[in-house]
């Protein structure tokens, strides 16, 4: 036995996988430099090369020595943020990546150039105004600002089984880590440029998954994305099929690091909820604002609450009626998302009837609740809400 030792030692020391630097916060880098006896600052500087100068390889960190680099990687660290490993472009100008891990997992993740409208009319910067050139003076004369939106994955697949969307189809694979999220964020900012601070980019966490089904990830992805990239929670939204403890979890977070909340309500009563819906036989509509009414709003900040519009099933002028009067009962400041729904294969749905959208919108707008229609972006390239199934096809 004692020969054989040492041989299954090194086989554990080769196929040991790498320790990504990227997702721990300055703090995890300070001790991480500190356990090899580096002071303080070098983690500083690791913190500032990951998240703001976006690097990819140890060997760009040239603020560090390369001993020092060589050391690291001798420790078996290396910066392991997730990859862009295909890229799938629709003629809207949204992109779909599949984003791949260590360990050669992809997820999902959209650009969406000017946005989805998803934020308007919910009363943050992120929302307010068109962002178009003509409000948004160009800078030094030279480049104008941008806008965008990034939809971001929480989980590989999704546990909650709505019926109507594709994501479910795959069932939960797997949580993503909390560097994992805010990874799809720094790469996608990375291809395309963008100056933190300058370029309006805005986050919502509606990709792949439920976000409070991954709580500790999900939030420390936030956190990292606030006090490492930069990023304001302003600016930030997450979306929740319903998940009442992790709405009351989040209540509980401080406005500094907070997204907005975003509820997919998507039905105008409990029975045809949880039809749609079977999570909301375990908290149903009533279980869900109430935690609702807990968080907290900013000044001027609303709450939403999406609304997939199905053919023939949530689309009717009595569905109008039932919604409005659900959401006036919060008493909260609110406004409704709707959503064309996006076919799938296999998903058996339909879209809603021509006019049915517009004409509930305008129901709910009579009854005094404002609401926004969201561009469908990206249905060509599969990127649409409820269309993220890892799908090859371009
Ligand atoms: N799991 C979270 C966030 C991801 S889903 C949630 O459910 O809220 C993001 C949004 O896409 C949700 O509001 C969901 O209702 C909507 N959606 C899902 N499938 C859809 C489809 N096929 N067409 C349109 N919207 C869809
Ligand atoms: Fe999961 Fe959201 Fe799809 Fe429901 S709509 S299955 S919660 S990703």
């Known amino acids: 036995m004692n020969q054989t030792e040492p041989k299954l030692v090194k086989i554990a020391e080769e196929s040991a996988p790498l320790k990504p630097l990227f997702g721990l916060g300055e703090a995890a880098l300070v001790e991480a430099v500190s356990i090899l006896g580096e002071p303080a600052f070098r983690g500083r500087q690791l913190a500032d090369a990951l998240y703001r100068q976006r690097v990819t390889e140890l060997d760009a960190i040239t603020t560090l020595s390369k001993s020092f680099r060589d050391r690291l990687a001798a420790e078996g660290f290396s910066v392991g943020r997730p990859r862009i490993v295909q890229v799938f472009q629709s003629v809207d100008g949204t992109e779909r990546y599949l984003i791949e891990d260590s360990t050669g997992n992809t997820v999902e993740t959209v650009w969406m150039p000017e946005g989805d409208d998803g934020e308007t009319g919910d009363g943050s910067e992120a929302g307010d105004g068109t962002g178009t050139s003509a409000e948004e003076p160009e800078r030094n004369g030279s480049k104008a600002r941008r806008r965008a939106t990034i939809c971001v994955s929480s989980q590989v697949g999704c546990a909650v089984n709505c019926q109507f969307c594709l994501t479910a189809r795959l069932g939960l694979q797997r949580n993503l880590s909390a560097g994992e999220i805010a990874g799809q964020v720094v790469s996608v900012l990375d291809r395309h440029g963008v100056e933190v601070g300058r370029d309006r980019v805005n986050l919502v966490f509606m990709g792949m998954g439920e976000p409070f089904l991954n709580y ?56 045809v909820r949880s ?120």
């Open 216 to 271: 500790e990830s999900f939030m420390g992805a936030v956190k990292l994305l606030v006090e490492e990239v930069g990023l304001t929670p302003q600016k930030m939204t997450v979306s929740t099929s319903g998940i009442v403890p992790g709405i009351e979890r989040f209540a509980a977070e401080p406005a500094t690091l907070r997204p907005k909340l975003a509820i997919s309500l998507n039905a105008p009563n409990n029975e």
């Open 275 to 394: 039809e749609i819906m079977p999570i909301n036989r375990k908290w149903p509509i009533e279980s869900v604002m109430d935690a609702v009414r807990r968080v907290p709003l900013r000044s001027r900040e609303r709450v939403t609450f999406e609304y997939v519009l199905l053919g023939g099933v949530t689309d009717t002028p009595e569905a109008a009626h039932q919604v409005a009067r659900l959401v006036r009962r919060t008493g909260l400041a609110a406004k409704v998302n709707l959503i064309a729904w996006n076919p799938g294969p296999g998903v058996p749905f339909e879209m809603p009837r021509a006019g049915a959208v517009e004409a509930f919108q305008q129901a709910l707008a009579a009854e005094g609740i404002p609401a926004y229609l969201r561009r469908p972006r990206g249905r060509d390239i599969y990127a649409a809400c409820g269309q993220l199934k890892r799908t090859v096809e371009g």
